[in-house]
């Protein structure tokens, strides 16, 4: 990952990473949801195309993590954030507790027979506890976001930064 290169970040550039990992989970996260809808009561096979798009997107989700969890580890040690400092102090826990949830799911995905409404239900629940699981997260990028034009140029290209690094799978 092209921003673990950093010698250090600024806490707007931090801010701009926090901003494109909660966006690029949720994206995955909802379209992984909107797979599983399409696949609701259809056997394991029946759809190919809906299964290669949600495993798409549910491995997707995990390769999030793993490049947030990178950089939480890179930074969080040495980064003293005047707000919301918790996203460092509890990220590897919330890390944790998410590649937990979503590997449970993926397992429960991975052993059924059909996409049963009982397994969809679950399944997007799940996706909706990761999302809780990050709460503090989503409020800081949506209070920054409020900026819109205003946000730091710092913010902006770390921001960019981290997407394009997530989009180089």
């Known amino acids: 990952m092209r921003i673990t290169r950093y010698p250090s970040l600024t806490e707007p550039q931090f801010f701009g990473c926090v901003s494109a990992f909660v966006d690029s989970l949720a994206g995955e996260l909802n379209s992984a949801a909107i797979s599983l809808r399409r696949l609701e009561g259809r056997p394991k ?3 190919f195309a809906y299964e290669m798009t949600l495993d798409t997107h549910r491995y997707g989700a995990l ?5 947030w969890s990178t950089l939480v580890h890179a930074f969080g040690p040495h980064l003293n954030l005047s707000r919301r400092p918790a996203i460092l102090e ?9 590649e937990d949830i979503l590997g449970r799911t993926n397992s429960l995905i991975d052993s059924s027979e059909q996409y049963s409404a009982e397994l969809v239900e679950a399944c997007i629940l799940a996706f909706q506890s ?4 990050f709460a503090e997260e989503r409020a800081e990028a949506e209070q920054s976001g409020k900026l819109g034009p205003m946000l730091p140029e710092d913010y902006r290209d770390a921001r960019r930064i981290f997407l394009e690094d997530l989009a180089v799978r």
């Open 45 to 47: 096979g029946a759809a």
């Open 63 to 67: 390769i999030v993590l793993d490049r």
């Open 90 to 98: 509890d990220g590897p826990r919330r890390i944790g507790t998410a």
């Open 130 to 133: 990761l999302n809780t699981t």
